[in-house]
């Protein structure tokens, strides 16, 4: 289990990381959510002891990363796919680093066959790798200790489609196994198919945390009309707070924090038509995460 108190990062006057706390339990993947900026890498440098924090604490089972023996065996760590030796193969990383946790040579052939990298890919030089590659033989050496615990920074960049699937799949059966994963990605999709919590950071704080079927369940309804300023007025006047919806587009649609069968019934009774009237949580995960960190988007940011 991974477990955040009360970390809060700052550089100068600005503040990266406020007092953000949450937990990573051992069993489930946790995705970690957020615009640029909004604190997510910091977060997870000073999990892994690379960022000093100036207040809180990052604990695996029960200990700082600097605490453990042998953090490769307890803690696999990706956070930046291009940081690694560019003038070394992918095999000489990988025995490296097995020699450095004290692992027998073979586990770094199990662990080139596991993330589909051919013997002859293994045999070039890392700085002809392209980006999906510098990602596989990331998650190899992650994967090389066979730890209780993944911290992983965007892994899904530079990986095509079929790649994709194919670390969601791994990554999926590793947590089924018992394992904890912390995971970020900007992929919303991907988090949503293989995420069970989920953890939205904005502008240093954490903004939403809970199980992902929790956050998306509260996403209320989701409304269209044509005549979308008569319905907003008439579900003002009962009591009801419509907002136009960010993520799901259009001047048409409003997100309203009630079940469908009120909404709809406001509307029958103010004889307003409907184009559409649905549980919000069908729009998914960025419609919450738009929602949540409407504050901190930039234009042009996924």
């Given at each position: 289990?991974?477990?955040?108190?009360?970390?809060?990062?700052?550089?100068?006057?600005?503040?990266?990381?406020?007092?953000?706390?949450?937990?990573?339990?051992?069993?489930?993947?946790?995705?970690?959510?957020?615009?640029?900026?909004?604190?997510?890498?910091?977060?997870?440098?000073?999990?892994?002891?690379?960022?000093?924090?100036?207040?809180?604490?990052?604990?695996?089972?029960?200990?700082?990363?600097?605490?453990?023996?042998?953090?490769?065996?307890?803690?696999?760590?990706?956070?930046?796919?291009?940081?690694?030796?560019?003038?070394?193969?992918?095999?000489?990383?990988?025995?490296?680093?097995?020699?450095?946790?004290?692992?027998?040579?073979?586990?770094?052939?199990?662990?080139?066959?596991?993330?589909?990298?051919?013997p002859t890919e293994a045999g070039r030089r890392v700085r002809n790798y392209?980006?999906?590659?510098?990602?596989?033989?990331?998650?190899?050496?992650?994967?090389?200790?066979?730890?209780?615990?993944?911290?992983?920074?965007?892994?899904?960049?530079?990986?095509?489609?079929?790649?994709?699937?194919?670390?969601?799949?791994?990554?999926?059966?590793?947590?089924?196994?018992?394992?904890?994963?912390?995971?970020?990605?900007?992929?919303?999709?991907?988090?949503?198919?293989?995420?069970?919590?989920?953890?939205?950071?904005?502008?240093?704080r954490i903004v939403a945390d809970g199980t992902k079927a929790e956050l998306l369940?509260?996403?209320?309804?989701?409304?269209?009309?044509?005549?979308?300023?008569?319905?907003?007025?008439?579900?003002?006047?009962?009591?009801?707070?419509?907002?136009?919806?960010?993520?799901?587009?259009?001047?048409?649609?409003?997100?309203?924090?009630?079940?469908?069968?009120?909404?709809?019934?406001?509307?029958?009774?103010?004889?307003?038509?409907?184009?559409?009237?649905?549980?919000?949580?069908?729009?998914?995960?960025?419609?919450?995460?738009?929602?949540?960190?409407?504050?901190?988007?930039?234009?042009?940011?996924?």
């Amino acid at each position: 289990m991974i477990q955040v108190e009360n970390l809060t990062k700052k550089y100068g006057a600005f503040t990266a990381v406020d007092d953000v706390s949450f937990t990573a339990r051992s069993g489930r993947v946790t995705g970690f959510l957020g615009p640029n900026g909004a604190g997510k890498s910091t977060t997870m440098r000073i999990m892994v002891g690379l960022t000093p924090t100036d207040s809180g604490t990052a604990t695996i089972a029960g200990r700082s990363f600097a605490d453990l023996p042998n953090p490769g065996l307890e803690v696999g760590v990706l956070l930046d796919a291009s940081a690694q030796h560019a003038g070394r193969t992918g095999r000489e990383i990988l025995t490296v680093a097995a020699l450095t946790m004290g692992l027998p040579k073979r586990r770094v052939d199990e662990m080139l066959d596991r993330v589909s990298l051919t013997p002859t890919e293994a045999g070039r030089r890392v700085r002809n790798y392209s980006l999906g590659m510098r990602q596989r033989l990331g998650i190899a050496t992650a994967l090389l200790g066979d730890p209780e615990v993944l911290i992983l920074d965007e892994p899904a960049n530079g990986l095509d489609p079929a790649g994709i699937r194919w670390m969601r799949d791994l990554l999926r059966g590793y947590a089924d196994q018992g394992g904890t994963v912390l995971l970020s990605s900007h992929l919303l999709h991907e988090i949503e198919v293989i995420a069970d919590d989920l953890v939205v950071i904005g502008q240093g704080r954490i903004v939403a945390d809970g199980t992902k079927a929790e956050l998306l369940a509260s996403a209320g309804t989701l409304v269209r009309t044509r005549v979308v300023d008569d319905l907003a007025t008439a579900l003002t006047a009962s009591g009801l707070n419509p907002v136009l919806s960010g993520a799901t587009g259009g001047s048409d649609v409003l997100r309203v924090d009630a079940d469908p069968e009120v909404v709809g019934k406001v509307a029958h009774e103010a004889g307003i038509p409907l184009v559409e009237l649905r549980a919000a949580d069908g729009a998914g995960l960025e419609e919450m995460f738009l929602e949540l960190t409407s504050d901190t988007q930039r234009e042009g940011n996924s």
